[in-house]
């Protein structure tokens, strides 16, 4: 049975990268445009949720209860309706929150599902996070979902203020030293409501919940979670006429890509963190200060294939991106569609290697060598009659197997 007069489901969109769009190259998959969501229930006195998107009358999400994170989901990037529900209910019934909104493409999002009793308001509030060198340090930017007129501030183990007196959907952002941390919430009166230990590793992000009913019901408790980086696979066609190598230059300075390259040969698809990136092509064997003899600086977009070209010869020798499609075997949420293999620029001839899918799909969710899932690190405390609901179920209607890629590991 539907709750009544309980609750508005807000949804607060949380913006996790802002990357520029897309390149006109490989066009061809439709819808080329698409969006990257995880959910989460942290509505102190929110039901359980089924979660729909757009006109599909299957749930792209079943049951998600309170404290629940989701997996990744790849959304078609357009403005669709998403309809949460009571876990459950018919589609006859009330739906607790429609929300006609678009999702920019290229770009993450947490959507948060939070309940309220002593409001009446929707709100969508996107907040950015950027990916960026964090020269050694763990990023971890805290959301208090605590409905209330009172502040929570956390502090860690070492007395060191993260966040300051946070109003309800308040936001503060810290870097921090990698290890393992102990952090409390704390009221306006300096009591302790709520505390958690948890690893911090470096050059990673995180997302912390404060979560829970200002009153007490539920308790207020802390979700970690963090947010591994984005990839993008990247493959080199050689149609020159000599052995290269290839270097991938970032922040930290270049590392072998792919080695001896021979004509008419290319790389499997490479995964390798998504983001700006330089590759740069030198004869083979002339090391990481050898002559620069072309160069190829991109910004590599999440969940994507891209494909790389040497061409011509002796100082017109070039390295060019010949394609940049969605993935192999990426199957859209609520579409049911799965991405085909689109034709590259290949060799002339037969090459070393054959790219290979990356993925292996079910509609709405990444079961397998996922692009990037919130991935709990530690599990709310709280008292047993309050336990969250932690299982979340997705209804596949499509399945695509795969082998995984190569994984880019830098040199040392």
Do not use: C
């Not at 290319?266 to 990136?277: Q, R």
């Not at 790219?355 to 530690?378: D, M, W």
């Amino acid at each position: 049975m539907r709750l009544r007069n309980l609750i508005t489901i807000v949804l607060l969109a949380v913006l996790f990268s802002a990357l520029v769009n897309l390149p006109a190259a490989a066009q061809d998959q439709a819808p080329d445009q698409v969006s990257f969501v995880w959910f989460a229930n942290v509505g102190a006195d929110a039901p359980s949720v089924d979660i729909y998107f757009g006109d599909s009358t299957t749930p792209v999400v079943s049951n998600l209860g309170f404290g629940s994170v989701t997996q990744m989901y790849v959304f078609p990037a357009n403005q669709r309706d998403f309809i949460l529900r009571e876990a459950g209910s018919p589609q006859s019934e009330a739906a607790l929150f429609t929300g006609d909104w678009g999702l920019s493409p290229n770009q993450s999002y947490l959507i948060l599902a939070t309940g309220l009793t002593s409001k009446q308001a929707f709100i969508l509030e996107p907040v950015t996070l950027l990916r960026q060198n964090a020269q050694g340090k763990a990023h971890l930017r805290i959301i208090n979902t605590v409905s209330g007129d009172s502040g929570l501030s956390v502090v860690d183990n070492a007395g060191t203020t993260l966040g300051t007196n946070l109003p309800y959907l308040g936001i503060a952002d810290v870097d921090l030293d990698p290890g393992t941390l102990s952090l409390s919430v704390q009221s306006t009166d300096g009591g302790s409501v709520a505390s958690q230990r948890a690893d911090f590793k470096a050059d990673s992000s995180y997302v912390m919940l404060i979560i829970g009913g200002a009153e007490g019901t539920p308790p207020v408790s802390i979700q970690i979670a963090e947010v591994p980086q984005e990839t993008t696979r990247v493959k080199v066609v050689n149609n020159a006429d000599a052995n290269f190598d290839i270097m991938l230059n970032r922040n930290e300075g270049q590392d072998a890509f792919t080695m001896n390259l021979a004509p008419k040969a290319s790389s499997e698809f490479i995964e390798v963190p998504s983001g700006a990136a330089t590759f740069i092509l030198k004869a083979a064997g002339a090391g990481t200060d050898g002559q620069e003899l072309a160069a190829a600086p991109i910004q590599l977009r999440p969940s994507r294939d891209v494909t790389l070209t040497i061409q011509g010869s002796g100082s017109q020798l070039e390295l060019v991106v010949t394609s940049d499609v969605l993935m192999e075997g990426l199957v859209l949420a609520g579409s049911g569609q799965a991405i085909e293999a689109t034709p590259s620029a290949e060799a002339t001839s037969e090459a070393t290697s054959e790219a290979t899918s990356a993925l292996t799909a079910t509609v709405g969710a990444i079961t397998a060598t996922p692009v990037g899932t919130l991935v709990p690190t530690t599990e709310a405390t709280r008292a047993p009659t309050t336990e969250p609901t932690m299982e979340v179920t997705v209804e596949p209607t499509q399945e695509g197997t795969s082998e995984p890629p190569t994984t880019f590991v830098p040199s040392s």
